[in-house]
């Protein structure tokens, strides 16, 4: 079954610390994944696929396959990063619909 | 990047009548569109996959005579709530996905608040 995990529904720091976002997936094969962020009140949108292996707004992400994870990490949190944040997989030949885990939201105090 | 729009923004109603939120691609054209449902703090769950010119393809679990989904064109999906009951209260998100971006990305609507009273 294809699945995301985000085990944190809350993750709270402060300001200047470092971030680490836990997301595992269930996926026979190789799937894409990325990882989505909504601020409030405002549309979701894309933050990083792992196709692209990039840098946004100081966020990394890694695909691992042994571990099935791609978890989000930032070594130096902003409040303005205070957001919540999806994982999301897309898999093959499946029309290119998204798999979205659960979500977590990012608190970060000043 | 691409926009999606979706109508209204918020909408309520009474228990009973039918309700219709339309999702647009403003400056792409998107054969594949996506309909979501979203509970607060909540992840996305995913009702339908909207293909142009063709039946809505539903996720198991949600009843298509109940959400009528309509792609009539490429720049235009409906997602009609039909004899709407209040726990069909929840957020409605739609997503559209754009051929002619990298990895066809999937671009969101701001979402559509739907309460029932």
């Known amino acids: 079954a294809q699945r995301v995990t985000q085990p944190e529904k809350l993750l709270s720091v402060f300001k200047g610390a470092p971030v680490e976002l836990k997301c595992n997936y269930s996926?026979?094969?190789?799937?894409?994944l990325f990882w989505y962020v909504q601020y409030s009140r405002q549309r979701l949108q894309l933050l990083l696929r792992?196709?692209s292996r990039e840098s946004i707004k100081g966020f990394t992400a890694d695909l691992n396959k042994g571990e099935t994870s791609f978890h989000l990490k930032k070594p130096f949190a902003q409040e303005e990063d205070s957001a919540m944040y999806y994982c999301?997989?897309?898999?093959?030949?499946?029309?290119?619909?998204?798999?979205f885990g659960q979500g977590t939201e990012l608190s970060v105090k000043p | 990047g691409a926009v999606v729009s979706q109508h209204p923004s918020w909408v309520i109603c009474k228990s009973g009548t039918s309700v219709k939120i339309e999702c647009r691609s403003l400056?792409?054209?998107?054969?594949?569109m996506f309909w979501y449902r979203q509970f607060p703090k909540q992840s996305l769950m995913l009702m339908a996959t909207?293909?142009?010119?063709?039946?809505?393809?539903?996720e198991q679990g949600v009843e298509k005579d109940k959400f009528l989904i309509n792609h009539a064109s490429l720049t235009l999906s409906t997602l009609t709530v039909t004899s709407a009951h209040p726990e069909d209260s929840s957020f409605y998100i739609c997503?559209?996905?754009?051929?002619?971006?990298?990895?066809?990305?999937?671009?969101f609507g701001p979402g559509t608040r739907l309460t029932v009273l």
């Open positions: 999301a997989l897309r898999g093959h030949n499946q029309g290119g619909k998204l798999i």
């Open positions: 792992h196709i």
């Open positions: 997503s559209a996905s754009d051929p002619g971006s990298s990895y066809n990305e999937q671009f």
């Open positions: 996926y026979s094969g190789s799937p894409e």
């Open positions: 400056d792409f054209q998107a054969t594949t």
């Open positions: 909207s293909n142009e010119g063709s039946k809505a393809t539903y």
